[in-house]
């Protein structure tokens, strides 16, 4: 049941449990992390992902750096930089970092005051991902009127459900919200190339809370949507600037493309903390991560007999490029779904949120 679960929680001697989504949807392992160098790498090696837990994890690491250094606020701000860095796409891990460091500066009490502000961030992630089901969700209704349809089919991109963005997600949180409402809706979830996060982690989400769905390989929504068989997109985000444009899991924007050629809106769906404010120009000035090419050589599954293998899909030698998020101009994008409304993607919307 979606909404009772979270990809993390702190243990009551002060340890993070963290679920480790790499090996997703085969078995559920739990991966303990007691340092921020612990963090570092759960982020670094995707054990956890999705920009809203991503944020939250860093907030958690900057406790655990504060247990390590308790009377050592410098100490801890070094350390913090390498949480700050350890993906450079998604702004949440930057923003939770950065609002961590405010609260601790003149701290007296750093642990206990990391522990109320992580778990504080958290809370407000809940109730805003909550806030952007149920206007998700009336725009999912809104769109279904004007069609006269009494059901809807969904396409997403990668993964923006629980497993990224607490409790709900955020592409996921309208789609959730219309299955509470006995919305009929089917999603069409992107497999999501290279790392898969649609096939295995998406699908895994749906399955669990019972929504219809169907995965289908990345290069298939263009076709679906010239068939008429997609009503909306949408997806997460990484950053937006406060020009509108979205980073996003690589494959975004030629769904985008897609969408504008066949009239099909196209929306994203994100909280407030996922605005980068500073760029407008998302394309020249937005950090691509790029990741390692084993990525596109490798593929991670579980054989006929249920055993989990790695197994290399191209030729020996062969050079493979992996880039992680792509942008989308703000041009191609319907509107944005947030905790505080439906916005255009236009700096003056945008900024108007300050
Ligand atoms: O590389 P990942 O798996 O961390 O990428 C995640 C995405 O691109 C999601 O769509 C994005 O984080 C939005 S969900 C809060």
Not at 61 to 77: I, K, S, T, V
Request: glycine residues 8%; charged residues 25%.
């Amino acid at each position: 049941m979606h909404g009772n679960y979270r990809p993390f929680r702190l243990t009551d001697n002060g340890d993070l449990e963290v679920l480790d989504q790499r090996y997703l949807p085969f078995e559920k392992r739990i991966r303990t992390l007691k340092s921020g160098a612990d963090v570092v790498a759960a982020i670094s090696d995707m054990t956890v992902r999705g920009a809203g837990v991503i944020g939250n994890v860093a907030a958690f690491g900057m406790y655990l750096l504060a247990r390590e250094f308790p009377q050592d606020f410098h100490r801890l701000e070094r350390e913090s930089m390498r949480i700050r860095s350890s993906r450079p796409t998604a702004v949440n891990l930057m923003w939770a970092v950065d609002r961590m460091l405010e609260k601790l500066r003149q701290s007296r009490q750093m642990v206990a005051d990391a522990r109320a502000e992580a778990i504080a961030i958290c809370d407000e992630d809940v109730a805003r991902s909550e806030a952007i089901g149920v206007l998700g969700c009336d725009l999912i209704e809104h769109i279904m009127h004007n069609h006269k349809r009494k059901h809807i089919n969904i396409l997403t991109h990668c993964n923006a459900g629980w497993l990224a963005i607490i409790d709900n997600g955020s592409a996921l949180a309208p789609i959730y919200e219309a299955h509470r409402r006995g919305i009929d809706v089917h999603v069409w979830v992107d497999e999501t190339r290279p790392r898969n996060q649609g096939a295995s982690l998406t699908a895994w989400e749906l399955q669990e809370s019972g929504i219809a769905h169907t995965i289908i390989a990345d290069n298939t929504g263009g076709h679906l949507m010239q068939h008429g068989k997609v009503d909306m997109v949408i997806t997460g985000a990484d950053r937006v600037t406060r020009c509108g444009d979205v980073a996003n899991k690589i494959g975004t924007y030629l769904k985008a493309l897609a969408a504008q050629d066949n009239h099909v809106p196209f929306y994203v769906a994100l909280p407030l903390s996922t605005f980068d404010f500073q760029s407008c120009n998302g394309i020249n000035e937005i950090d691509i991560e790029r990741r390692s090419e084993d990525e596109i050589h490798m593929i991670r599954g579980i054989d006929r007999q249920g055993t989990l293998r790695e197994l290399r899909i191209t030729p020996h030698h062969a050079k493979g490029a992996n880039y992680a998020f792509d942008v989308t101009p703000a041009r191609l994008i319907t509107a944005l779904i947030t905790e505080a409304g439906l916005i255009d993607a236009n700096e003056k919307a945008i900024k108007a949120l300050q």
